[in-house]
Every structure is written in structure tokens, then in C-alpha cells.
């Protein structure tokens, strides 16, 4: 193979993106410079969080340049080194986004060891996802015995984890997602207490008030919009909800007028947070083995939904928004080599 082919933002989306958005651009494969590697992409991550950088609005990270490759996580295996520390064969992890080889920065890259689990773990419960989960959930919500905590998007990535670490704290945990075979997975197999499907019920809120009969004491927010407001109607005083995501609200092309919260959190002295996982990044190392301990255990289960072949990784993230995945979102792009 001496030709790249990557994936390049050619306008920003109104409203719900669609491919004519993306183009598929071939280029000279990257030949790397001394301290970096060539790495051949196994797989891709496509997240939720990517949908803001397609827009100019200022936000918490740039906004993608057009014309510039779709970067996010990626998990490759390295073809040749100019650093001498690392090797061929080497399996890592990095930022190099939706191309299928890139040149990078050992410095940006972290070794991955694929004897200790699959590695497409390194992009979900034993990455960026698993991470977000546990910092955000046991920083700002702080799950109590006894108490009760609901998640929204409760199938997805982030969600899934949240609330088997929430189970793991002796809470009592309430999901909420799109499909009955979802909410299931998550009774039957993963242990929530109850799931709502909040494209059925009639009354999202009845249904909450019956699912959390004691109120809500953490509400892991991973949607924003309707689904948030009847969520939050119900907080006990001292509740604490952690901000993840807004994926409701992503697509919208006016600003969004909800209720206003301020009371509602004055009333009950809650507190409300937003974070990003990499403020966190210093105890990474300590949080990791903690996941990996709980996945050894059985106590943590996690789903993961392959797309097979790069030339599907565009229809795999449109799929984030339609709710296509349980579980992590990934796009396997080729086979690892011994």
C-alpha cells in the first residue's frame, strides 16, 4: 500500500449532518520523521462529541478545519519507527482520527498490550469511554448506598459503564434509552434496576416518578433536552448531576429554550457540573486498573458495535444520532498482524 485515503470535513452541517459533509481524499502515504511512527489503522472511534467540532461555534475544543481530516481516537499497529523505542509490530493507541495509516508523534501515542484484552477496549471501557464514566460519575456524582441514580443514554458508551459502577457503589439505577431490546440488555444483563424507553412512554415523567419512587439522588446527564427536564423535576436535596453530553441537542439549527433550572437547583441545593475527561488525565493510571480489575471480576460488562470496513465510517457515526449502537461505536478498518 503506498496510498493514504482518509476522511476530510468539506462543510460545516446544518442541522443533522450528512455525508455530502465528508469527502473521502487519497494522499502519499506518510513516511515518518525521527520520534515518530507509521502507524496502519485497526480501528476508529466515531463519537457524539464530534458533531460540535463540525461547527464554528466556539466550544471546549477547535473546531475541525475544513478540508482537514476528522481526528479522534484510533488504535493502529506500527509499520515502521524512526523512534528506537518503539517497534514494528508494536500495537497503540492515539488521536490520528479516520484515515487508515498516519504518521505520529510517539509522544501523542500510548502502548497497548493486546494479551490483557481486546484491543478495541483501548477506545472503550478501557479508554477514553470507561474513563469518562468513572471520573464523572464517582467525582461529581458520588453514588451513595442506597441512593438512586438515573442515566440518559443509558445504552450507549458512556452510559452502560456509568451505571454498572453506580450497581458496583450499592445504588439503585435507573436507565433510560430508545429501544425496548435495549432497556433488556440492560435489566436482564448488565443489572439496572429498571430502564425506560423513552420513545414509548407516554409519560416520561410518570414513568420516572414510578421508577424512582424515593427521588433522584445523581443524574448522570448524557442527552440534555425533555428527557433532562422530567428527570430533574424529580431531584432530592443535595442531588448532584454530572454533565457527559448533550447528543439531543446537537443537531438543533436555533438555540434550545427548556426550562429554566435555577429554582429547581436553588431548592434543593443541587449541584450541576459539566466536565471533560481529560481534566482527569493525571489519574488516568490510577482509574484504569480499577476498570480492569471490575471487568476481571464480572462486576463490568461492556458492549461494543463494530462497523466493518472504512469506507462505512461516515454511515457509522450518522447511526450515534439515530440511535443504531449499543454500546461503543467503532469502525474496524483492518486485521491485526502477528
Request: proline content about 5%.
Amino acid at each position: 500500500m503506498s496510498v493514504n485515503e482518509k476522511i476530510v470535513l468539506v462543510k460545516r452541517p446544518e442541522g443533522m449532518p450528512g455525508s455530502a459533509d465528508f469527502e473521502f481524499k487519497e494522499e502519499p502515504l506518510p513516511v515518518p520523521q525521527a520520534g515518530e511512527v507509521l502507524v496502519r489503522t485497526l480501528y476508529i472511534s466515531v463519537d457524539p462529541y464530534m458533531r460540535g467540532r463540525m461547527s464554528a461555534a466556539k466550544s471546549y475544543a477547535e473546531p475541525y478545519p475544513i478540508g482537514e481530516v476528522i481526528m479522534g481516537g484510533s488504535i493502529g499497529q506500527i509499520m515502521e519507527s524512526a523512534d528506537p523505542q518503539w517497534k514494528e509490530g508494536d500495537i497503540v493507541a492515539g488521536l490520528w482520527g479516520w484515515q487508515r495509516y498516519a504518521a505520529a508523534s510517539t509522544e501523542s501515542l500510548r502502548r497497548i498490550d493486546p494479551d490483557l484484552a481486546p484491543v478495541s477496549t483501548a477506545l472503550g471501557v478501557l479508554g477514553m469511554t470507561g474513563l469518562t464514566a468513572y471520573f464523572g460519575l464517582l467525582d461529581i456524582g458520588k453514588p451513595q448506598e442506597g441512593e438512586t441514580v438515573v442515566v440518559s443514554g443509558a445504552a450507549g458508551a458512556v452510559g452502560m459503564i456509568v451505571g454498572q459502577i453506580a450497581k458496583i457503589k450499592g445504588a439503585r439505577v435507573v436507565g433510560i434509552a430508545g429501544s425496548d431490546s435495549k432497556n433488556d440488555y440492560l435489566t436482564k444483563e448488565l443489572g439496572f434496576d429498571a430502564a425506560l424507553n423513552y420513545r414509548t412512554e407516554k409519560d416520561l415523567k410518570a414513568a420516572l416518578e414510578m421508577a424512582c419512587p424515593n427521588g433522584v439522588d445523581v443524574y448522570f446527564d448524557n442527552v440534555g433536552g425533555e428527557i433532562s427536564d422530567d428527570v430533574l423535576s424529580l431531584l432530592n436535596p443535595n442531588a448532584r448531576i454530572p454533565i457527559c453530553g448533550q447528543i439531543a441537542l446537537y443537531n438543533l439549527e436555533k438555540p434550545d429554550n427548556g426550562p429554566r433550572m435555577q429554582t429547581a437547583l436553588l431548592k434543593n441545593t443541587a449541584l450541576m457540573k459539566g466536565f471533560l475527561v481529560g481534566q482527569y488525565a493525571k489519574d488516568f493510571g490510577k482509574a484504569l486498573p480499577e476498570l480492569a480489575g471490575w471487568i476481571q471480576s464480572g462486576q463490568l460488562q461492556y458492549a461494543e458495535n463494530i462497523v466493518d470496513g472504512f469506507e462505512n465510517t461516515i454511515e457509522a457515526f450518522l447511526g450515534l444520532f439515530s440511535g443504531d449502537n449499543l454500546g461503543k461505536q467503532l469502525v474496524k478498518v483492518s486485521e491485526m498482524t502477528k
